[in-house]
């Protein structure tokens, strides 16, 4: 199974629980990323999303200039372990209902894994086992079609 190490991004995006909403926003824009890690003394407290943006903020009529991260942010996240694998990423998140999870090791944030990298990787194992077939059953049809020792390729 694949560890999620290899999933997970680690050029994470914090920001402090008493910055604006609006510093967070931009932040966000500016390293185009849908979800900020709210840290504070090095450890996980929370993570602020587009979700949270739209729901807390805008659509309660709140200014973002005057609201702080850590009051609206997601407070009790679950988190995932760098040594857990991919089968139990996928878990977390239809559990949770989310599309960010941080990976947390000793309680400091070391990574994030959002759903679109966790569908990519799906997606890339799918067309790999896709691929694995045709090339099975072409061999089961006739000589194994990569085979072109002492030969050309026909054009």
Avoid at 106 to 111: A, H
Avoid at 117 to 135: K, W
């Amino acid at each position: 199974m694949t560890p999620i190490t290899l999933l997970m991004k680690t050029d994470t995006v914090v920001i402090p629980p008493n910055a604006s909403v609006a510093e967070a926003a931009r932040k966000m824009n500016d390293n185009g990323v849908g979800a900020l890690l709210v840290v504070e003394d090095g450890k996980l407290i929370g993570v602020f999303s587009e979700r949270d943006l739209l729901c807390r903020v805008v659509a309660l009529g709140k200014e973002p200039e005057l609201v702080h991260v850590g009051d609206v942010a997601t407070q009790n996240v679950v988190s995932l372990s760098p040594d857990m694998h991919a089968r139990d990423c996928l878990a977390a998140f239809k559990q949770q209902r989310v599309r960010h999870l941080p990976v947390v090791e000793n309680g400091r944030p070391v990574g994030v894994v959002g759903l679109r990298d966790l569908l990519t990787y799906m997606s890339d194992a799918i067309e790999r086992i896709l691929d694995s077939e045709a090339y099975r059953l072409a061999l089961d049809a006739g000589p194994d079609p990569y085979d072109h020792v002492g030969g050309s390729y026909a054009r």
